[in-house]
């Protein structure tokens, strides 16, 4: 896929993802859609991202997460330079009664 994932086969599958209503939903539909390791890889890095939200050390996230230091520079980089979705998704979970606008 190129780098722009802008596209109607993406926003299809963003749209199905905003058709879930619940997590038993949404583990249904992503253990249908993903491999365990895709879907782990991306756990994985959500929790990179949480952990370096909070000043976490690289090491301690890569004991904690077994991630690798690629995987949490990876993440770093979008947290710092990226579209700014995890921001998006940290305020959401820290005030789900005041979501930002798109």
């Known amino acids: 896929m190129n780098k722009n994932i802008k596209n109607n086969t993406a ?3 963003f749209d199905a993802i905003l058709c879930l209503k619940n997590r038993d939903e949404c583990h249904k539909f992503f253990e249908d859609l993903c491999t365990v390791n895709e879907l782990n890889s ?3 890095r959500f929790e990179v991202a949480v952990m370096l939200r909070n000043h976490c050390t690289y090491l301690e996230i890569a004991e904690k997460t077994g991630a690798s230091t690629a995987t949490i520079s990876r993440v770093n980089r979008s947290l710092n330079y990226g579209k700014d979705g995890y921001e998006i998704i940290f ?3 820290t005030d789900p009664q005041n979501p930002q606008s798109d």
């Open 91 to 93: 305020q959401r979970m």
């Open 42 to 44: 991306m756990s994985q």
């Open 11 to 13: 926003d299809s599958l």
